[in-house]
């Protein structure tokens, strides 16, 4: 019984591969993005397109988030200490906060400019090249999106899923850009083009945020697990024979793993010893059973302590 619940803590604690994993994605991205947006800046300067300059400037935004999940990297992955005994792993929940609250800055001000020029021509056709680069970047940033997407949900890891939608609305924004200097070399009356594109990029930029910061503010306000989880917390806890009665589960969100508390009913005859090790199976078999926990607390309680099956939760 101890070996299999030291084996099942093993397994569950962090050990800094995860974190490794973050920050080594996290740096390609970053360098990556440096590298696109430098290219981005000159072409648009040589390419004699006004949109490729912004868009470098709006690379450069990946580029912040990237740091921050770097330097976040290295205090969530410490091991729990006198100050902290549930570890640092909220500090993750924040640098997911604070990305999402970039992309939301990112989508309104690329739509507030893209509105406020819409009357803006350009001064002189752009050249082809600057066509190709922003082609070049739509097409490395998808591939940097599906990548880091697919790690992030590997390790279960919210904020790189969060990072890798800021590959995606880099290369989303670079698509009017596309339009714009295609569209300006073949018709350079048709420039507006560009801002009208924006303003729906701006619109799918915002979108993107929402639907990283709700997830966030759940957690950072200690929202349970779904009732699926909580069914099958209740299920795994039944499967000990010692186990009468199951309730007032409770469960909150650390980063991308659980936490659980709940109330296990035994029988008042048996001895503390063994009360003590049927709550020992109870939470071996719900950690190893359940990807999601990384923590269970097992209240034992006599048999006058039941609840009401209506009750049950």
């Known amino acids: 019984m101890q070996e299999s619940q030291n084996t099942a803590r093993d397994e569950k604690s962090p050990d800094g591969s995860r974190e490794k994993t973050i920050r080594k994605v996290t740096w390609i991205g970053l360098l990556l993005n440096l590298l696109i947006a430098g290219i981005k800046f000159a072409t648009g300067i040589f390419g004699r397109s006004q949109a490729l300059v912004a868009d470098s400037v709006h690379s450069l935004t990946d580029s912040t988030t990237d740091l921050a999940v770097i330097a976040g990297s290295h205090f969530w992955s410490r091991p729990p200490d006198e100050d902290h005994p549930y570890g640092h792993q909220r500090l993750e929940t924040l640098v997911t906060v604070f990305i999402g609250v970039m992309l939301a800055a990112a989508g309104i001000g690329v ?17 082809l090249i600057a066509a190709l680069v922003a082609l070049i970047s739509i097409i490395g940033k998808e591939i ?21 939608w800021h590959h995606r609305t880099d290369a989303i ?10 569209g300006a070399m073949v018709f350079p009356s048709w420039s507006f083009l560009d801002r009208v594109g924006a303003v729906i990029v701006s619109i799918f930029i915002v979108h993107a945020s929402i639907k990283i910061l709700w997830p966030a503010f759940s957690e950072l306000i200690d929202a349970g697990a ?9 299920t795994r806890a039944l499967k000990n024979e010692g186990v009468l009665q199951v309730h007032d589960i409770r469960t909150r969100y650390i980063s991308s793993s659980i936490q659980v508390d709940l109330h296990i009913v035994v029988e008042g005859s048996i001895t503390v010893r063994e ?15 359940i990807q999601e926990v990384l923590d269970v607390i097992v209240h034992v309680d006599p048999p006058e302590k039941a609840v009401r099956e209506e009750d049950l939760k």
């Open 173 to 182: 924004s670079s698509l009017p850009v596309l339009i714009a200097i295609s």
């Open 275 to 289: 009360g003590h090790d049927i709550a020992d199976d109870v939470k071996n078999r719900i950690i190893n059973e």
């Open 111 to 127: 739509g507030w400019k893209a509105i406020s020029t819409l009357h803006v021509a350009h001064s002189a056709p752009p050249k």
């Open 144 to 164: 940097m999106y599906r990548w880091t997407a697919y790690i992030g949900r590997r390790i279960r890891s919210p904020v790189l899923a969060a990072n890798a």
């Open 226 to 234: 779904p009732t699926e989880i909580r069914k099958r917390i209740r």
